[in-house]
């Protein structure tokens, strides 16, 4: 076959050794790419440009890329360090090129577990030797086209370069990396789903609580917020204490808690969130917490709404509603860019402003008007 190889070069990786010593011919680049037609594959490793939606048209089969984290986890720039930093699995993933980054589908990934005394130079070593590994063990498959593709189901995390901490270096271990993402203040926003008459939450509700105490578990002191109103007409609790009850009866970490109760869809849990508490919130990161097929436009509606502010990172728990929820999940997106359509992300007060006119829910279409006094 005629390989493309792009990226490291022959001293910073064997796998083009590899490829060459099972008799194929290997062309190596590390410049960007337009035409891919000249070759059978095309394997990126290391490679710094991200691969344009029309130039992927002209292969004749996907792009594999290979990326040092378990993905979904850790999408984009330095995977092995937020591995440690928010205490996601570590691993290595080949996967298809899509038009996102790091997206496609999965073609093999091993979860890789590391010691806390290795520094991330050390760890970033091993994790390079996995993957290469990985690689030349499941080649024949790669070679034949034929491999299992997996679909994560859940959204995972994503993130650029400008997010690395000034305070990371590659001699730090991963024990000093955790113990500065315990001592680290962040927000964490619990979205609501449903609950019973007597205040008790439904099970998806519950999982997303759960997939909070996993998360802070070794944390303290961490600002926590719970999302949902009084929706219900035959019980007096709002969802939000519903949320906030569960969490402290499943689990002793002492945390700040605070209760957003007026939102009533997901665009009124960011647009709430950010007016009520923005002065608690300041610049801290906002990891928030929902169901995997609510994740995307949960992530997408947070950015809008807290601009360039924050940053917004989703963390998703598993349900069964994923592929029947799709097109109700497209949709109810394209609905929200619709009603927003004109106004600045992060420009909260033409937001809000918006909200209540032209929000069914909250313009009294709907539900009974809602607003705030300034």
């Not at 037609?37 to 594999?64: A, M, N, Q």
Request: charged share 30%; glycine share 4%.
């Amino acid at each position: 076959m005629k390989i493309l190889f792009l990226g490291y070069n022959n001293k910073e990786t064997k796998l083009i050794n590899f490829l060459k010593k099972s008799g194929h011919s290997v062309v190596h680049s590390k410049e960007e790419i337009d035409d891919f037609s000249f070759f059978d594959l095309v394997i990126s490793f290391g490679y710094k440009f991200i691969v344009k939606k029309t130039y992927l048209e002209t292969l004749k089969r996907p792009i594999l890329n290979l990326h040092i984290s378990y993905l979904p986890f850790n999408k984009g720039a330095h995977p092995n360090f937020w591995s440690h930093f928010n205490n996601t699995p570590s691993g290595v993933s080949i996967h298809e090129i899509d038009s996102g980054i790091d997206t496609g589908p999965i073609a093999f990934q091993k979860i890789v577990n590391l010691d806390e005394a290795y520094t991330l130079k050390e760890s970033y070593k091993i994790l390079l030797k996995e993957i290469e590994d990985l690689f030349i063990n499941n080649f024949k498959e790669i070679e034949d086209f034929n491999y299992k593709k997996i679909t994560p189901n859940e959204f995972g995390t994503f993130h650029k370069k400008s997010e690395l901490p000034e305070w990371a270096s590659w001699d730090m271990t991963i024990n000093e990396i955790k113990k500065k993402s315990i001592e680290e203040r962040q927000c964490f926003v619990v979205l609501g789903n449903l609950m019973h008459q007597s205040g008790d939450l439904n099970e998806e509700s519950k999982l997303r609580v759960k997939k909070l105490i996993e998360i802070v578990k070794y944390r303290r002191d961490q600002d926590i917020f719970f999302c949902g109103w009084d929706y219900r007409d035959d019980s007096e609790k709002t969802i939000a204490e519903a949320l906030k009850e569960y969490f402290q009866s499943n689990c002793e970490a002492s945390q700040n808690f605070f209760l957003s109760d007026l939102s009533r869809d997901t665009v009124g849990d960011a647009i709430f969130l950010r007016k009520i508490f923005q002065d608690k919130i300041g610049n801290k990161r906002v990891n928030v917490v929902t169901s995997d097929y609510h994740s995307s436009r949960s992530r997408n509606i947070f950015k809008y709404v807290f601009g360039e502010k924050n940053d917004v990172q989703v963390f998703s728990a598993r349900s069964s509603k994923k592929d029947s929820q799709k097109q109700n999940e497209k949709d109810s997106y394209q609905s929200f860019l619709r009603t927003f359509q004109g106004i600045d992300a992060g420009n909260l007060e033409e937001i809000y402003k918006r909200l209540i006119t032209s929000h069914p829910y909250y313009n009294g279409d709907v539900y009974k008007k809602l607003t705030l006094e300034k």
